[in-house]
């Protein structure tokens, strides 16, 4: 059982690999040259029925009834098999994407494995509240809840982080019984189907996972999302994409969590240690080539060190490694497509029309033949710009950050906050109550002090406004993939 057949990267369906219809395919690009690598099978809608019948046939056929313990072995046994499958994990995740070796090794792969593994941890060691009632003469009641599997869940996964932020939904999905509809990004497909093998020969039952490819509207994933069959919507992706898939499920009421935009802010202060938050900038500006949720796109500055930070953050832009994803000394990658290019050299357009001093990039960089048909850009950086300019205010998911200074606190915080989004924000400074006192502040679902990315996974997950609805993580993801039944027995 392979995910190719050929040059097809192939749906997954009820257990078997579906043998692809030549008209209905679409080409892979490979993010770093430009060249076509694959044919994807896009799925149609009666494929997309077939995969949801499959896995609510698991359902009833026992999965959801499934020990805890035993579904807490299994995602253990998948974690142990994507480690030993490890570099087959990491080639599939540059084709996809285009990003470098080493990060695809230490960050995707690694964190998809820690997925697993900690949901399994999670899951195993979850309790259920429960509550005496005092009643009149003397009696009590005992009311407990009951936790039961949501049931089949479809799964919307973007091209930035596609097998992190795949398994960040499928480890604790399968392990509360769930079974499971993926829609990978078109972009992206190779990790979802490569996962689909693991998870086969580890004994996940046929059709607790599927996998469906193809685009939004009228296809993949708009079948997916508008089928009648499917309890609960869990997305990752743009807002505007996240807005249309709420107006898709609302007339069946059906429970969604949404990781959506970000237009992520840092505050500088002047005490900061300056190399220390240099190193965590040019980390949460620049990681995936900008492409993270998280990144940061907006830094406002402590006037009194701006120059410092504004030097200092360009010339580490200047020394990052553009060139071939299997080059251990690669440190950026591509965008994921010339799409995306054209839209992110559309905001550098839009930051020279508004007065913007470009300190470093702005534009296409030259890297030789072999990598000229990729989509490639410069790191950038601007001064001069204001909270008012679109390149400030929407999200570019580009490697760009604008540097703003400011003077007080009270200034920093009510800048950070002028936004629609409101996922993640980082504070720089050596004043530890300076540190609580403004990430407390911030109107968004993370804030970091001193850090950037680092993750808890029992921690909840998630954003405000633009940024989404609900939280993933810890208990917070088994209380979005299961449904309570409360019990109340008089004693």
């Known amino acids: 059982m392979t995910a190719e057949t050929g040059r097809w990267i192939r749906n997954f369906v009820d257990g078997v690999f579906v043998e692809p219809d030549e008209d209905r395919g679409f080409d892979k690009v490979d993010p770093a040259t430009g060249l ?22 698991a359902l009833d056929e026992g999965w959801a009834r499934t020990p805890v313990r035993e579904r807490a072995a299994l995602l253990r046994r998948a974690a142990d098999r994507i480690e030993e499958r490890f570099e087959e994990f990491v080639a599939a995740e540059i084709a996809d994407t285009g990003k470098p070796v080493t990060q695809a090794r230490e960050l995707d792969v690694a964190r998809a494995v820690a997925n697993f593994r900690s949901f399994a941890d999670v899951v195993a060691a979850a309790g259920q509240e429960s509550f005496l009632t005092d009643l009149a003469g003397g009696r009590q009641a ?14 919307i996964v973007p091209w930035n982080l596609p097998l992190l932020l795949l398994t960040w939904k499928v480890a604790p999905a399968l392990a509360c019984g769930n079974a499971i509809v993926v829609k990978p990004s078109e972009e992206t497909p190779a990790t979802a ?3 689909a093998e693991v998870l086969a020969e580890v004994g996940l039952p046929a059709g607790a996972y599927n996998v469906v490819h193809g685009f939004g509207g009228d296809s993949a994933g708009e079948y997916l999302t508008s089928h009648p069959g499917i309890d609960g919507v869990t997305f990752t992706g743009s807002s505007a994409t996240g807005s249309h898939v709420m107006k898709t499920v609302a007339p069946r009421v059906r429970p969604v969590s949404f990781e959506l935009g970000g237009k992520n802010a840092a505050i500088v202060f002047d005490d900061v240690d300056l190399d220390e938050a240099l190193t965590g900038l040019t980390k949460s500006v620049f990681t995936n080539t900008g492409q993270v949720c998280l ?23 200047r020394h990052l490694r553009l060139d071939r994803p299997t080059d251990e000394r690669t440190t950026t990658g591509p965008l994921i497509s010339q799409q995306h290019r054209n839209k992110v050299l559309g905001y550098f357009e839009l930051a020279e029309q508004a007065g913007a001093k470009v300190l470093t990039g702005g534009g296409i960089p030259q890297l030789g033949p072999e990598l000229a048909g990729g989509s490639w850009i410069e790191p950038t950086l601007w001064t001069g710009l204001t909270n008012a300019d679109r390149a400030v205010r929407e999200e570019i998911f580009g490697p760009v950050a604008a540097l703003i200074p400011f003077d007080t606190e009270a200034e ?10 409101g996922l993640a924000a980082s504070v720089w400074t050596n004043d530890l109550r300076r540190g609580h006192r403004v990430a407390q502040a911030m109107n968004v679902g993370m804030a970091w002090v001193n850090t950037w990315f680092l993750r808890d996974l029992r921690s909840p997950f998630g954003g405000v406004g633009l940024s989404g609805i609900g939280r993933e993580g810890g208990a917070s993801s088994l209380h979005f993939y299961t449904e309570p039944t409360n019990v109340c027995v008089q004693l």
Not at 298 to 317: H, K, P, T, W
Not at 412 to 421: G, M, P, S, V
Request: charge should be neutral; hydrophobic fraction near 50%.
């Open 36 to 57: 076509v690598f694959a044919r994807v099978h896009e799925a149609d809608s009666s494929l997309v029925d077939r995969a949801v019948a499959g896995a609510r046939r």
């Open 142 to 155: 005992l009311n407990y809840a009951v936790r039961k599997p949501l049931g089949v869940v479809a799964v």
């Open 193 to 195: 189907t490569l996962l």
């Open 295 to 317: 990144c940061t796109e907006r830094v406002y500055v402590q006037r009194s060190v701006f120059a410092d930070i504004a030097d200092g953050l360009a010339e580490r832009a």
């Open 412 to 421: 920093a915080i009510a800048l950070a906050n002028d936004t629609d989004y």
